[in-house]
């Protein structure tokens, strides 16, 4: 069950802020939003202000609006016609790629926010990242996520005070405090002087992270969005060209990352939270039709061609991007499953 909120409270927001995007913009530039619902399903609440209802939903995962020229509104007497100016349709090229980029736009946005609070407000502690076999801390019962809180009663603040006092204990038994899943426990370890750079070592990676000011936090967190994105881009590209095996994660596979980071604390669950916000971002701007990378691309196409495309056309690319789509889901959970079983 707890699993099942998690995922919910990670999910739901990201989606909801994406379409939070679309109708900030969407209502900017004045074309009319018959509906902005919080999550889907059937209505648990509903209620008018101006001309736009919005609505509480029974699944609290996301949420959708509904705009006029795009979308039929409840109430007939709230259409709009095909001449009015608060159609989507008759806005021009660029308000049009505003309203839809707008979303995948406040999932980046989000990303950065996320970040820069990660950033600013989370302290992690020397905590092992990985264990070399048949080294000290191996034989000693170290394992990774383990946080070491002291070393012989000293206690540790960072990874430059533990290899001070490690390096200076070459075949010393040291008692090390850690914390295992909540719980603290003392283990042996012995530091042994490695031949091959003549360091006196325990055998583990350690990671750290120190608090930032707001200022540093923030720039961290937009470069670490910038740099996660172009990582996330040119992986994309390696697969599509064959140079890298395509690796991709469903919705199980979503909910297994979820959970581990749940169980690893709510700093991890919040650096996840910007991480698949800014996968949420990129995936929407695919120029597959039913995206909204798609719909950008068929407004540029009709821009390029100085008329509109006819109707019928766009239906069938919006039914081979939902194939298309429909494919891509699949392929994904089928290596969720294959790498589950």
């Known amino acids: 069950m707890s699993l099942i909120l998690t995922f919910v409270l990670v999910l739901g927001p990201l989606i909801f ?3 939070l995007g679309h109708f900030l913009v969407t209502k900017a530039v004045g074309v009319k939003v ?3 619902a919080l999550g889907i399903g059937p209505a648990l609440f509903k209620r008018r202000w101006g001309e736009t209802v919005y609505s509480l939903r029974i699944l609290p995962l996301g949420g959708f609006n509904r705009v006029a020229g795009l979308d039929e509104p409840d109430d007939p007497e709230d259409e709009v016609s095909e001449t009015d100016d608060r159609s989507f349709l008759n806005r021009p090229l660029w308000q049009r790629v505003a309203m839809i980029a ?3 736009a406040m999932n980046f946005l989000l990303a950065i926010l996320l970040l820069s609070g990660y ?3 989370v302290v992690i502690p020397p905590t092992v990242q990985g264990v070399v076999p048949n080294s000290p801390a191996h034989q000693g019962g170290l394992l990774p996520g383990d946080v070491i809180l002291q070393v012989d ?12 006092v490690v390096r200076s204990k070459e ?13 603290r426990q003392t283990l042996q370890v012995t530091p042994q002087r490695d031949p091959g750079d003549d360091v006196v070592r325990l055998g583990i990676s350690v990671w750290e992270k120190p608090r930032l000011g707001l200022w540093d936090s923030v720039r961290v967190g937009t470069l670490r969005t910038w740099q996660m994105t172009w990582d996330l881009v040119m992986a994309l590209v390696g697969m599509i060209t064959g140079r890298v095996e395509a690796e991709l994660s469903g919705p199980i596979g979503i ?10 604390g709510g700093a991890y669950v919040l650096f996840l939270t910007a991480v698949l916000s800014i996968n949420l971002g990129l995936f929407n701007l695919l120029p597959i039709p039913v995206l909204d990378g798609g719909w950008i691309t068929l407004f540029i196409w009709e821009a390029l061609r100085g008329k509109p495309i006819p ?18 889901v699949l392929f994904a959970t089928a290596q969720d499953l294959r790498r589950l079983f």
Not at 171 to 183: A, K, N, S, W
Not at 257 to 263: H, K, L, M, T, Y
Not at 311 to 328: F, N, W
């Open 171 to 183: 075949g010393v038994p040291l008692d090390l405090l850690i914390e295992r899943q909540g719980q």
């Open 311 to 328: 109707a019928e056309h766009k239906g069938t690319a919006q039914m081979i991007g939902l194939v298309l789509l429909l494919a891509l």
């Open 153 to 164: 009663g000293t206690e540790i603040t960072s990874i430059t005070e533990l290899n001070q």
């Open 255 to 264: 909910v297994q990352v979820v959970g581990q980071s749940a169980q690893m």
């Open 119 to 121: 950033f600013a407000f």
């Open 102 to 104: 707008a979303g995948p």
């Open 17 to 19: 802020f994406h379409e």
């Open 34 to 36: 018959h509906e902005f």
